[in-house]
Every structure is written in structure tokens, then in C-alpha cells.
């Protein structure tokens, strides 16, 4: 069976990296703080010292960290992914940064030896726990069908999406309309229930009605509850919000919406809820 690394294990990488184990992989996992490795290496998976190490030992290496500048560190430098790439071995990196990050660390990869596919996913903790994401890739078809098995095991879906920067640019799309509906919702829930509507009622109506969605159900009995435990840290969405407009910037095209949304979850993070979860924009609406 192919030999997997895994690097990066908070809420999401952890979740993945136990599926994988618990699958019966060949499993090696790297994490900047190395307590964290305690319940993979339980499972039966190696602790590696360095994402070069994890690279050079492994058949295909995953990594899952928060943002381009954390995805474009554990790749370069001394002891970075590329540096123990060597010939023929695969490169994947399941982070949500913009095309041009991915674009680099393809480069940066592609001069080592190595093969690459950018992988960004779709969903939060729970369908990481359950195995049912959805996987953005784009990049090396090789690799693609290489990795198709483990990726079995993490996601539901697996789409291939053609060149670098199309998987980065998928991921954008959809959750700058995630942040977009977050916000609208937090806004409408916040109405209703000070013009004296029960909260209860406005999302039995909604769940009955055309705008029904997994996410209105989800995160209206969190914030009916005020239960911001995290399972997509709001610091994360509006980096992806930012992302999303900037490349609307990029290709000229105006997003005045995301825009707006954008400020919303950025006045979230200046009124301390960065590290919950995105529902707890609705702190900053009410």
C-alpha cells in the first residue's frame, strides 16, 4: 500500500490523518507542535521530525495548514517539503490558498523532482471526522489517480479540476459565498428576532422553504444556542473572504457583496472572536 505523510494536524488535518490511519495506511505525520502527533502515533502512525523527512520517506505527502504564508513555509527552506521531494514522489497540499501560492509551490516542487496536486476541501469539521469532504483537485493527473484511493477515505467527492489554480480558485468561489450567506443569515435571524419573531420559527420557515440549506440548520441552532465551538475558526473565513476579493481584483471583476462581507467577519476578529466558529459573526450582527 502507498506510504502516506500527513502534515498539519489542527481540526481539520487531525480528522483526515485519523481516517487515513484508521484505514489501514502507511501513515508518518509532522505537526509544528508535536504533541499533537500523540493520538496518530497511537493509532499506529510514525512521527516524523521534519516535512523533509516526512517527504523523503513517504510516497505521497498531504499537508493541511491554515494559510499561503504557513503552506509556502513548510514547503521551502532547509527542512521544507521540496527539499526531500526527490524524484517521482507526490506532493499534496490540501490547504485553501489563492492560485498564486499554489501556482509557486508547484514550481517549487516540479524543480525538485516531485509531482504536485493542490487538494483544498470543502467542508468542516464534522465531514472531516466522517469522512465525506469534498476534494478540489487540480494539478499532476498522475498523482490525481495515485492518491484517488486515499481520497476515498477522506471525501465524498473528488473532482478533478484541470490545471494549478483552478482547485485553489474552486475552494474561493465557494466559500466566499459560504461567508456571504453567513453573513446575510446572521443578519435576517437578527431581524426576525428583534421585530419579536421566535428564532425557532424563522428557521422552521427557512428549512421549509426554497433557501433551505445544511448550513442554515447547522449554524442557526448554534447561534440560537450561543455555541461558538469551533469547527471553522471565523479568522479562517475571512482570510478566505479576502482571498475570494482578491481575485476578483485580479481578473477585474467587482464583488461588492463578498466585499462587504469581508468587513463584517474582519469587525468580528477586531471584537475578539477569531478563533471561534464562524457562526460567532453573529455576535457582531445582533
Same mark, same amino acid.
Not at 468561489?173 to 428583534?194: A, P, R, T
Not at 419573531?197 to 440548520?217: C, K, R, S, W
Given at each position: 500500500?502507498?506510504?502516506?505523510?500527513?502534515?498539519?494536524?489542527?481540526?481539520?488535518?487531525?480528522?483526515?490523518?485519523?481516517?487515513?490511519?484508521?484505514?489501514?495506511?502507511?501513515?508518518?505525520?509532522?505537526?509544528?507542535?508535536?504533541?499533537?502527533?500523540?493520538?496518530?502515533?497511537?493509532?499506529?502512525?510514525?512521527?516524523?521530525?521534519?516535512?523533509?523527512?516526512?517527504?523523503?520517506?513517504?510516497?505521497?505527502?498531504?499537508? $493541511?495548514?491554515?494559510?499561503?504564508? @504557513?503552506? &509556502?513555509?513548510?514547503? /521551502?527552506?532547509?527542512?521544507?517539503? %521540496? !527539499? #526531500?521531494?526527490?524524484?517521482?514522489?507526490?506532493?499534496?497540499?490540501?490547504?485553501?490558498?489563492?492560485?498564486?501560492?499554489?501556482?509557486?509551490?508547484?514550481?517549487?516542487?516540479?524543480?525538485?523532482?516531485?509531482?504536485?496536486?493542490?487538494?483544498?476541501?470543502?467542508?468542516?469539521?464534522?465531514?472531516?471526522?466522517?469522512?465525506?469532504?469534498?476534494?478540489?483537485?487540480?494539478?499532476?493527473?498522475?498523482?490525481?489517480?495515485?492518491?484517488?484511493?486515499?481520497?476515498?477515505?477522506?471525501?465524498?467527492?473528488?473532482?478533478?479540476?484541470?490545471?494549478?489554480?483552478?482547485?485553489?480558485?474552486?475552494?474561493?468561489?465557494?466559500?466566499?459565498?459560504?461567508?456571504?450567506?453567513?453573513?446575510?443569515?446572521?443578519?435576517? $435571524?437578527?431581524?426576525?428576532?428583534? @421585530?419579536? &419573531?421566535?428564532?425557532? /420559527?424563522?428557521?422552521?420557515?427557512? %428549512? !421549509? #422553504?426554497?433557501?433551505?440549506?445544511?448550513?442554515?440548520?447547522?449554524?442557526?441552532?448554534?447561534?440560537?444556542?450561543?455555541?461558538?465551538?469551533?469547527?471553522?475558526?471565523?479568522?479562517?473565513?475571512?482570510?478566505?473572504?479576502?482571498?475570494?476579493?482578491?481575485?476578483?481584483?485580479?481578473?477585474?471583476?467587482?464583488?461588492?457583496?463578498?466585499?462587504?462581507?469581508?468587513?463584517?467577519?474582519?469587525?468580528?476578529?477586531?471584537?475578539?472572536?477569531?478563533?471561534?466558529?464562524?457562526?460567532?459573526?453573529?455576535?457582531?450582527?445582533?
Amino acid at each position: 500500500m502507498t506510504s502516506i505523510g500527513f502534515l498539519g494536524l489542527g481540526i481539520m488535518g487531525k480528522a483526515m490523518a485519523v481516517n487515513l490511519a484508521k484505514a489501514g495506511f502507511d501513515v508518518t505525520v509532522w505537526n509544528r507542535n508535536p504533541e499533537k502527533t500523540t493520538e496518530l502515533v497511537a493509532l499506529g502512525a510514525k512521527q516524523g521530525t521534519t516535512p523533509k523527512d516526512v517527504a523523503a520517506s513517504c510516497d505521497i505527502t498531504f499537508a $493541511m495548514v491554515s494559510d499561503p504564508a @504557513a503552506a &509556502l513555509a513548510i514547503c /521551502q527552506g532547509p527542512d521544507g517539503v %521540496a !527539499a #526531500g521531494i526527490g524524484a517521482g514522489r507526490g506532493y499534496i497540499d490540501m490547504s485553501t490558498v489563492d492560485d498564486t501560492t499554489s501556482t509557486l509551490i508547484a514550481q517549487t516542487i516540479a524543480q525538485a523532482g516531485g509531482r504536485f496536486l493542490e487538494a483544498p476541501v470543502s467542508g468542516t469539521k464534522k465531514p472531516a471526522e466522517d469522512g465525506t469532504l469534498i476534494i478540489l483537485a487540480a494539478g499532476d493527473k498522475s498523482l490525481y489517480d495515485d492518491a484517488l484511493p486515499a481520497f476515498d477515505v477522506m471525501g465524498k467527492m473528488a473532482p478533478y479540476l484541470g490545471e494549478i489554480g483552478q482547485g485553489a480558485n474552486m475552494k474561493l468561489v465557494v466559500n466566499m459565498m459560504m461567508g456571504g450567506m453567513l453573513s446575510i443569515f446572521s443578519e435576517g $435571524m437578527s431581524l426576525g428576532q428583534k @421585530a419579536g &419573531l421566535q428564532g425557532e /420559527q424563522i428557521l422552521e420557515v427557512i %428549512a !421549509a #422553504g426554497a433557501i433551505t440549506n445544511p448550513m442554515f440548520t447547522g449554524k442557526g441552532a448554534m447561534l440560537l444556542a450561543e455555541n461558538y465551538t469551533t469547527s471553522f475558526p471565523l479568522k479562517h473565513m475571512q482570510k478566505d473572504m479576502r482571498l475570494a476579493v482578491a481575485l476578483g481584483d485580479k481578473l477585474d471583476l467587482p464583488l461588492p457583496t463578498a466585499a462587504i462581507a469581508n468587513e463584517s467577519f474582519k469587525q468580528a476578529i477586531k471584537a475578539g472572536y477569531a478563533d471561534e466558529d464562524i457562526a460567532a459573526i453573529y455576535k457582531v450582527v445582533k
